[in-house]
């Protein structure tokens, strides 16, 4: 079983613990949250209100709440980020298209406006080319936790049914799977059968066929899936080629393949009472140490933003 998720977890472990040095903010009677308050709702851009500016704990929060919507962006594994590293205050996200950003908590700069406009880009349709920071945005970012909730919610009622019936798990591939809860399901079987898995669908692939890690190296498949690990990084990387395959539209076959040998490798190992045993309370211990901890976080902001009438700004 894979007990961490890399990327989201730092993000997640970032936001709980900027959480710790702006608490009092969180508090509706605070002189801070009522300064934040009256901010919101008097000013046109955040990016050059000195009051906002000259306040760590407020510009924090907007800081976490941004990286909290980043903790579930294109999914749980969050693809569109390769890595996320926080130390002493200074954040360093590297994206996909090997974009890098950074920005220190509680401080507004040029680094951190290059950032935010950035984060705009990667979650809007319409491209921004301002540094401008209305208070709006905010509303925004409710509404995205607001959808990761209710996702969450969907993926946790299929786990509790993973989790009580074979059958449940193999008529998951009748239809188009979540990808996050394919994810789940997959990091879920204990680790010897993760590698034996891998072992087992690499066997049909073509010779030649490449895909890119999450720093963009080309690696060839077979040889990848070959090499047995029991370290979270490595396994977790080779579950997102193995999703990427899985969910490959421009390349048919190689989904057809990926699906079927899963759909084979997934019959034989639910033959196993025992292997299903312990599946099932992996299942249990992912929705109580990844589900459970996101639907707290996310609850609890939108639940803060609320307070702050945000459909009035």
């Avoid at 569109?80 to 590293?85: A, D, E, G, H, K």
């Amino acid at each position: 079983m894979i007990e961490s998720l890399p990327v989201s977890t730092s993000l997640l472990k970032a936001v709980t613990y900027q959480l710790n040095h702006i608490d009092n903010l969180l508090v509706q009677s605070s002189s801070d949250y009522n300064s934040f308050y009256s901010i919101l709702h008097s000013v046109q851009d955040l990016a050059i209100e000195t009051s906002f500016i000259a306040n760590p704990k407020q510009v924090t929060f907007v800081q976490t709440s941004m990286l909290l919507v980043l903790s579930m962006v294109g999914g749980v594994l969050v693809p569109v980020i390769n890595s996320f590293t926080e130390e002493d205050g200074v954040v360093r996200i590297s994206w996909d298209n090997g974009t890098l950003d950074t920005f220190t908590f509680g401080k507004v700069d040029d680094d951190f406006l290059r950032f935010f406009t950035y984060f705009q880009n990667r979650l809007s349709s319409k491209p921004q080319l301002t540094t401008a920071f209305p208070p709006v945005v905010l509303f925004g970012i409710q509404q995205f936790l607001k959808n990761y909730v209710e996702i969450l919610m969907a993926v946790r009622k299929r786990i509790v049914l993973l989790s009580k019936s074979k059958q449940e798990v193999l008529s998951l591939f009748n239809n188009e799977v979540n990808r996050d809860l394919l994810f789940i399901l997959i990091s879920s079987l204990p680790t010897d059968q993760i590698n034996t898995f891998f072992l087992h669908v690499q066997q049909f692939f073509p010779e030649d066929l490449e895909a890119k890690t999450a720093d963009g190296k080309s690696i060839n498949v077979i040889s990848f899936f070959q090499n047995s690990s029991t370290d979270i990084i490595y396994l977790v990387e080779k579950i997102k080629i193995y999703l990427d395959l899985y969910f490959k539209k421009d390349m048919p076959i190689i989904k057809e393949i990926t699906r079927t040998k899963t759909v084979s490798f997934m019959k034989e190992l639910l033959i196993n009472d025992e292997v299903y045993k312990q599946i099932s309370r992996n299942l249990f211990q992912i929705d109580k140490v990844h589900i459970d901890v996101r639907l707290k976080l996310y609850s609890l902001f939108i639940g803060f933003f609320d307070t702050l009438e945000l459909k009035k700004l």
